[in-house]
């Protein structure tokens, strides 16, 4: 079955980073856009970002770009998600999802979701 497993997260000051891992297993992983999502305490999940099938096209919302890299390698079945210059506002539990064909920013339109790793940061 479709599995999609988050790694990487923790407690980082502000300022600091970390690099979120995302492993897929179960299916043709070139073949599926990716993107990261987030979910703060009290509030409603939200789009990250998002990389193509190839990688070739990424999208980030307003509140990361800059900030924030998504990579994806198809041989190894990975996407990768660098942030840097954390902020406490970027506290969240941060969810991987994976859809066939290429991306959308709707949380409706993925099929498959992670369990999510939670990123705290804080002082």
């Known amino acids: 079955q479709v599995q999609l497993v988050e790694s990487g997260g923790g407690l980082v000051q502000p300022g600091g980073s970390l690099r979120l891992s995302c492993a897929a297993s179960g299916l043709t992983f070139s073949t599926y856009g990716v993107a990261w999502f987030r979910q703060a305490p009290a509030k409603e999940r939200e789009f990250v970002t998002s990389i193509t099938q190839l990688g070739s096209i990424t999208r980030y919302a307003d509140s990361v770009k800059g900030r924030f890299t998504i990579t994806r390698e198809n041989a190894k079945n990975m996407v990768y998600l660098q942030m840097n210059s954390l902020k406490p506002e970027d506290t969240a539990v941060y969810y991987c999802?994976?859809?066939?064909?290429?991306?959308?920013?709707?949380?409706?339109?993925?099929?498959?979701w992670g369990q999510g790793t939670q990123v705290t940061v804080s002082s």
């Open positions: 999802a994976a859809r066939t064909g290429s991306v959308r920013l709707e949380i409706s339109e993925y099929t498959y």
